[in-house]
């Protein structure tokens, strides 16, 4: 019996859904809810610097594999952002390396065992390189994307600008929003993006998987 | 220092092979897992020429007796008629290390009728054997650096009293230390005194109780600290974990280029305590040239044990390893110094 004062966490499901961080983890726990998928361990697994690092730590994490050694995770699905690099081949080597098979291309899983999915933000249906870019253009048609939209040309005239657009006009859609959150992984659980929005259904065909 | 341990049939484990051991190795496990009985093999290999010890760990375990009822409890699910095997290679000699223990039975004397067992066409002469009772054991040890050189010995009761036969000092060292035998000072202190080593303790005492100066052993044999009060105080009073570091200092003081082993680390540690202790177990091992073996169930100990390994030098040499049991198969997953560290930032269960 687990003691729940414990922050450790043993893996409890055959099926892992790795992610970069708290703020997509807040966001795909409330995205598998909406589509009705209760059977997931969500791990963060970091970006393209940690992931090298973390992927064999979750391999051998208590749970993984049954006490006798055989597999007992059927399931493993990476998602990460874009940003710029080759995401896909990146994930894919350190799969390989770690001795799991990667599927052959974005958004399918493989037949290894146990079976591997790769999915990179924000997908190949809409432009962008992270989960900010997703969310927006699921509430593309929402009142508030006006007033999004006047400032994010408003701060594009700015001498210093934001680093990233997309994240800036993430906050500020959140900041429309009766009560305020800061992360898109939080204004997930409150229901502020649209997982209606046909622009999620790459994503939810590829979570799917996991039903 | 060993690079690999194996064990067959000894208690709990059926089988059970750990490789890459470290310098420093920390067990974490379920319960009835077989960490304490990962130990008990180690301390059963370094003694493998002195039949006493597998009592000894007996006694560990609270059952101090000398009885044939507890031969059995070495073996595996009680059942002496399948020998334990302890094998292990030593990291740079590569020399393979085996300690077989069978099972002791009385030889019968000219005049004792054989039984109809015995006579019996039909029951290989072994198998007599069984209808005798167990009243010991045989352990037998070789190396393959001479492999021609069986050594041999035993422990067993004879007319009611305990008897050894063949015992041999060997050079590995070692010593067990777990909670029934944390205050087990006397004989180790008047070693460290014996060899003028006295300074170099409270040296390293000082890392935990700044304020001690002085050890001494008092007229009724009772260990006393000075700290700086008006009278000495035996360490069992100072708190602060003291007195398990007082035993774990004077046990790789007296075992260097030697064996520790430590059953329940954590316990009576408070955790800024575990982390002292393992800077210092780390220090010490490498200082000292000891390899250490220690198990615990604590989360804390884990932390502890990693932060620590970080700042000394020889990072890569502490491992952790977990062990895993289902039904009767085992197995072992090592962690090195960095998947630990990534495991416990992301609160990924070790143990």
């Known amino acids: 019996m687990a003691n729940p004062s414990d922050p450790m966490t043993p893996i409890k499901s055959n099926k892992i859904l790795a992610v970069e961080g708290s703020d997509e983890e807040n966001f795909f726990g409330a995205l598998l809810k909406h589509i009705n998928i209760a059977d997931c361990d969500i791990r963060k697994v970091g970006g393209k610097d940690q992931f090298k690092d973390k992927l064999p730590a979750l391999k051998i994490s208590r749970g993984f594999l049954n006490a006798d050694g055989t597999p007992f995770v059927t399931h493993l699905a990476i998602i990460r952002d874009e940003n710029g690099d080759d995401a896909f081949t990146s994930v894919v080597n350190i799969l390989k390396k770690e001795g799991f098979t990667p599927p052959k291309k974005h958004g399918l899983h493989s037949n290894g065992n146990p079976k591997i999915g790769i999915f990179i933000m924000p997908g190949t249906t809409i432009k962008g390189t992270m989960l900010e870019d997703l969310c927006l253009e699921s509430v593309k048609d929402h009142p508030s994307m006006k007033c999004v939209n006047e400032f994010a040309s408003c701060v594009c005239g700015l001498e210093t600008r934001p680093k990233s657009l997309s994240k800036a006009k993430a906050q500020t859609f959140l900041a429309t929003q009766p009560d305020i959150v800061n992360s898109v992984g939080l204004g997930a659980q409150k229901n502020y993006w649209d997982f209606d929005s046909p622009t999620l259904d790459e994503l939810k065909k590829f979570l799917s998987h996991f039903k | 220092m060993f690079n690999t341990i194996k064990i067959k049939n000894l208690r709990s484990i059926t089988e059970l092979e750990i490789d890459n051991l ?330």
């Open chain 2, 22 to 351: 470290g310098q420093v190795n920390l067990f974490v496990g379920q319960n009835s897992h077989g960490k304490t009985t990962l130990l008990e093999s180690i301390f059963f290999l370094i003694g493998a020429t002195n039949p006493k010890l597998p009592l000894n760990a007996n006694t560990f375990r609270g059952l101090p007796y000398v009885s044939n009822k507890l031969w059995e409890t070495y073996f595996h699910n009680m059942d002496p008629t399948i020998p334990i095997e302890i094998g292990a290679q030593i990291h740079d000699t590569m020399e393979e290390q085996l300690l077989l223990i069978r099972p002791h039975y009385p030889k019968p004397t000219a005049d004792e009728p054989l039984s109809s067992d015995v006579v019996s066409p039909s029951l290989a002469l072994g198998d007599s054997e069984t209808t005798r009772e167990l009243d010991g054991l045989e352990l037998t040890y070789t190396s393959s650096e001479d492999p021609t050189n069986q050594i041999t010995s035993a422990v067993y009761i004879k007319n009611g009293n305990l008897t050894t036969e063949g015992t041999k000092e060997r050079n590995i060292r070692g010593v067990f230390i777990n909670p029934l035998t944390i205050y087990d000072w006397k004989i180790k202190f008047a070693e460290v005194q014996r060899k003028k080593q006295l300074d170099e303790v409270i040296s390293l005492l000082k890392e935990i109780e700044p304020n001690i100066s002085d050890l001494r052993l008092n007229e009724v044999g009772l260990l006393e600290a000075d700290i700086g009060l008006p009278k000495l105080m035996p360490p069992n009073l100072m708190g602060g974990g003291i007195a398990k570091f007082l035993s774990i200092a004077l046990a790789m003081f007296d075992y260097q280029n030697g064996i520790v082993l430590i059953d329940e680390l954590e316990n009576g540690l408070q955790y800024s305590a575990q982390h002292k202790i393992w800077e210092a177990i780390l220090n010490w091992a490498e200082g000292l040239n000891v390899q250490v073996f220690a198990t615990t169930h604590s989360i804390e100990c884990v932390k502890a044990f990693s932060n620590s390994a970080d700042t000394t030098l020889f990072e890569s040499k502490a491992k952790l390893f977990r062990i895993e049991r289902k039904d009767e198969k085992f197995r072992s997953v090592e962690y090195t110094k960095g998947l630990l560290a990534e495991s416990l930032e992301s609160n990924w269960e070790v143990r």
